[in-house]
């Protein structure tokens, strides 16, 4: 993708934690992080999580989205961030970062972490656990109010029959879901925002 104008594709432009799980995943090979449009929408939606809120992401990878929620937050100490990896030397080495006191880590698959860790108002579905499979958990996670984002959902970016047929399913059942008001963007790899209805 090229940086447009007006963007932070500019990677001199990035905030320091974001620049440096960019190079992270460059050194490990890791090429499954969120496109910056992604992380900037992560980043605004997180300052707008109420006082004593919650942050649920699925899918920690090298800490990228994780970089962008913790920006977005800024200096409010008053949010809980969780964040789930499955790959236990993955998170092992995301973990050694520097990150705030109020940033948890859980290992394990998401679609069976996200059951024993209670309610959320911003849940980041960027891993298959919790998106193509456990995505009723995932949204019985959301409080009244709470929003669900997945992106990676322009098909037309993906060669994989199967991971279309997949993806598919989860637009499918994101709208066909009574819980949820659902807007689609096309947006960078395509985002769905998916709401909790009061």
Do not use: C, N
């Amino acid at each position: 993708m090229t940086p447009r104008e007006g963007t932070v594709e500019d990677q001199s432009e990035l905030p320091v934690m974001v620049e440096a799980a960019r190079q992270r995943a460059g050194e490990a090979g890791f090429t499954f992080s969120s496109e910056t449009e992604v992380g900037t929408l992560l980043g605004a939606l997180a300052q707008a999580v109420p006082s004593g809120g919650r942050i649920l992401e699925l899918g920690t990878g090298v800490g990228y989205g994780l970089a962008w929620l913790v920006h977005g937050l800024g200096d409010r100490r008053d949010v809980t961030v969780v964040t789930v990896e499955s790959d236990e030397a993955r998170q092992r080495r995301t973990m050694a970062e520097s990150w705030p006191d109020f940033v948890r880590f859980e290992l394990g698959d998401g679609a069976v972490v996200v059951r024993t860790l209670g309610t959320f108002d911003l849940i980041f579905a960027d891993a298959p656990g919790g998106k193509t499979t456990g995505l009723d958990d995932t949204v019985s996670a959301l409080r009244p109010g709470g929003i669900l984002v997945v992106d990676d959902m322009d098909l037309s970016r993906h060669d994989d029959p199967d991971l279309r047929r997949q993806l598919a399913e989860v637009r499918r059942r994101l709208h066909a879901d009574t819980r949820l008001v659902v807007a689609e963007l096309a947006y960078s790899s395509g985002v769905i925002l998916a709401v909790r209805a009061h």
